[in-house]
């Protein structure tokens, strides 16, 4: 159980063009997700929080309007990357807490990431 | 504010030696302590979590104990294998700041050689 997809997992794509990425969780309901941001050979840069059905919490030095950010059900949120740019280049991961609390109130079930590469 | 540290990488090892990646904490509140696993061109995994101090995370023979007198969290794991080459993240989540976000280390890259 507990498990979290994204889709796509990889996209390559041009400079000035957007990106929507999927992050669903299959088997249980997330009323909170979390959208990371991974540099090669560094930690994870927590972007968002998003809660269903309310506005994203970014995190200080992340546009809001560069990366937009949407969750319309409880297993659906998606991050758009808006004008994309060579350094948007990254490796985004979401992350979701179950509804009920599975694993606790402080587990996160992480996705697989996805690769974005902008030419 | 939160923050966790971890031994830089790589950390290179024969097959069947024995493994320990430090990793200390800073944390306000009383925070429950997680290991993750990230293979290649993945995304992370959870490895173990312990959520009170002297309890022992275990799974897949890797082991951590929550140490709360040296702030620590260090994973060991008797014999390593090479399917254990992987990333692994020393985390956080404390309830009293951030509502459970995680604080991550910057992560020990492991190699393991046949």
């Known amino acids: 159980g507990a498990v979290v997809s994204q889709h796509p997992s990889w996209v390559i794509c041009k400079s000035g063009t957007s990106v929507k990425i999927e992050c669903r969780s299959l088997d249980f309901q997330a009323t909170t997700m979390f959208w990371y941001r991974q540099f090669p050979k560094q930690s994870l840069m927590l972007m968002a929080t998003?809660?269903?059905?309310?506005?994203?919490?970014?995190e200080q030095g992340v546009e809001k309007d560069k990366f937009l950010i949407n969750h319309a059900s409880l297993t659906l949120s998606t991050l758009t990357v808006t004008s994309a740019h060579p350094e948007d280049s990254s490796f985004y991961i979401c992350?979701?807490?179950?509804?009920?609390?599975?694993?606790?109130?402080?587990?996160?079930?992480f996705g697989p990431g996805t690769r974005l590469t902008v030419l | 504010g939160n923050s966790v540290t971890q031994m830089e990488g790589p950390v290179t090892l024969s097959e069947e030696a024995f493994l320990t990646i430090n990793c200390t904490y800073t944390a306000t509140g009383y925070p429950s302590l997680f290991w993750y696993v990230q293979y290649p061109g993945e995304g992370l995994q959870l490895l173990l979590k312990a959520t009170k101090a002297d309890d022992k995370g275990s799974n897949k023979g890797f082991e951590a104990t929550y140490r709360k007198e040296t702030t620590s969290f260090h994973l060991e794991k008797g014999s390593v294998q090479v399917s254990d080459s992987a990333v692994y993240f020393c985390?956080?989540?404390?309830?009293?700041?951030?509502?459970?976000?995680?604080?991550f280390g910057r992560g020990t890259s492991l190699i393991v050689h046949p």
């Open positions: 992350s979701a807490r179950d509804r009920l609390g599975q694993g606790g109130p402080d587990t996160q079930y």
């Open positions: 998003s809660n269903e059905g309310s506005k994203a919490t970014y």
């Open positions: 985390a956080l989540s404390d309830s009293l700041i951030g509502s459970y976000i995680p604080t």
